[in-house]
């Protein structure tokens, strides 16, 4: 079964960062797509940015020049870095795993249980 747990989320200036962090327990997580979604009161999931097996990455566009991502196998967490934060950034992020590299949620099994991001103005 696999199991992931996100920690980093907190309150944060606007315009500060924070580095979220994704741990995965009780599978092999090298051989997974681990990607980063975010979930705002009212509104739908969405997409922020993937990681795949070779390193391969793909981010939601607009929010490529200030969230990065990066994966570490043998540690076997998946890092979100996220820069020059907005009061539009706060919400719930999740991550999620899966076998596609896809942006869609419905495509990822496996979900940690959430960490708030909020952004004070």
């Known amino acids: 079964q696999v199991e992931l747990v996100e920690s980093g989320g907190g309150l944060v200036q606007a315009g500060g960062s924070l580095t979220l962090s994704c741990a995965a327990s009780k599978f092999n997580f090298s051989d997974l797509a681990v990607a980063w979604f975010r979930q705002a009161p009212g509104k739908e999931r969405s997409f922020i940015a993937v990681?795949?097996?070779?390193?391969?990455?793909f981010y939601r566009d607009p929010l490529r020049d200030r969230f990065f991502i990066s994966r570490d196998d043998v540690k076997k967490t998946v890092d979100l870095q996220m820069n020059d934060l907005r009061p539009v950034d706060a919400a719930v992020y999740y991550c999620?795993?899966?076998?596609?590299?896809?942006?869609?949620?419905?495509?990822?099994?496996?979900w940690g249980q959430g960490t708030q991001v909020t952004v004070s103005s």
């Open positions: 999620a795993a899966g076998r596609l590299f896809s942006v869609r949620a419905a495509d990822y099994p496996h």
């Open positions: 990681t795949w097996i070779d390193g391969d990455t």
